[in-house]
């Protein structure tokens, strides 16, 4: 007879957290959200840890270099989606790798036989006035000089005027060598009352821009998840068919840590390709899998290698995965199962194997349960979809902002390969994804620090300064569909929802 759950498996909505006692010491400004990523020994400490508990999901919405770059400067990582070519995706890996915070590859270049109507011509369509002139107009070629909206009159003079005869010409240029640090840069910005600082290699070829507005806003973050040479960290999906080619690119254009993305992860071909990564790489390259939603599913996971494991099946915002399959399990208690096995295979081997929580995160109060219940830390899809940084577009529906939002089971984004089960068949028969619009909530740093100020407070109700010590103290109870109404404003009528 089939294994039937003695509990029903719950979401996140159905607890709460009972407040435990508070110290002096809890304080939000005392709590730290550093939280391990990959496994480690009893007594060591984890290869990478993350500054806060926030990982962006493996999707096409979602995580690309720009989502990547701005989640990193705060703390947490993204998993660059794995559905598009192995080059596509090993360039974005690339980008955020040769990110330079405050450096800015030049967008608008001149040559110096173009002409003052191509000048206005470049600005009316890029916006930018300051236009580095270049042998070639490349962003990296033989810089020539420079070309700002001080340079010319528009009223007094001849549109074909050349762009060499009105330039600041290289010689009366204050330019510095490449490897100026953004804080030398901005020094020699103010010393010389310059707007922009062109930095070029040691042939004189253009390399970076640095802008005297930007150094405040890069000014480094304390939080921001660097690697050993000081470049951001990024995280990159790959999937259980084309690992053999995709795994060495990504690893060469600089991943630290990858992740097996699937829809359901206890399975052979998960095993296959940690063991094919072990034995290509041993423990140097770090490579999450998933998912799974109960004990059994983490431990297979973790005795075949993998240096963290997804926790969730169904429970995504964009996912239908159980309407179509009946297969899943709600996320609260999937995640109180898998943090059990997890603090049980810790007990039996000394190795500690983070997990993650991966979809059906609504509301930021959940992030907090999904810790205390175990979770190391969070996949979002939606929560970051929403953002300036995702790469979707913004659209105008019925007057209200929205971003689009699809899943990686969706016909839009193709993704076959997270969906297979074997087999010779490169399509999927039928969708566990949809195709959605999510409010627009504006800049992920504004939006990020407010999330965490919720975490961090709630955290200190619960007399808790680090995460373990919240999963150590914390006390969750089930609420009653009752006492959920009660939880919102009730008996009263609201006056608007921007006062509240
Ligand atoms: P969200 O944060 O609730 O939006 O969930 C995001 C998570 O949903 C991802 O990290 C994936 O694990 C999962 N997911 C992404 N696309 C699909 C899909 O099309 N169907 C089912 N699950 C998906």
Known sequence: MAFIFEEPSRTFNEYLLVPGYSSAECTPANVSLKTPLTKFRKGEEP??????????AIMQAVSDDGMAVALATEGGLSFIYGSQTIEDEAAMVRRVKDYKAGFVVSVANLSPDMTLADVLELKEQCGYSTMPVTEDATPNGKLLGIVTSRDYRVSRMDPATKVSEFMTPREKMVVAPSSTTLKEANDIIWDNKLNSLPLVDENDNLAYLVFRKDYDAHKSNPHELLDEHKRYMVGAGINTRDYAERVPALVEAGADVLCIDSSEGYSQWQADTLKWIRDHYGDDVKVGAGNVVDGEGFRFLAEAGADF????????????????KGIGRGQATAVIDVAKARDEYFEETGIYVPICSDGGIVHDSHMTLALAMGADFLMLGRYFARFDESPTNKVNVNGTYMKEYWGEGSARARNWARYDLGGDKKKLSFVEGVDSYVPYAGSLKHNVDQTLAKIKSTMCNCGALTIPELQQKAKLTVVSSTSIVEGGAHDVLLKSSTDN
């Not at 290869?47 to 962006?56: D, G, R, T």
Request: hydrophobic share 40%; with cysteine.
């Open 47 to 56: 290869e990478i840890s993350l500054s806060i508990p926030m990982v962006s």
């Open 309 to 324: 494991v997804k926790i969730g099946i169904g429970g995504g915002s964009i996912c239908i995965t159980r309407e179509q």
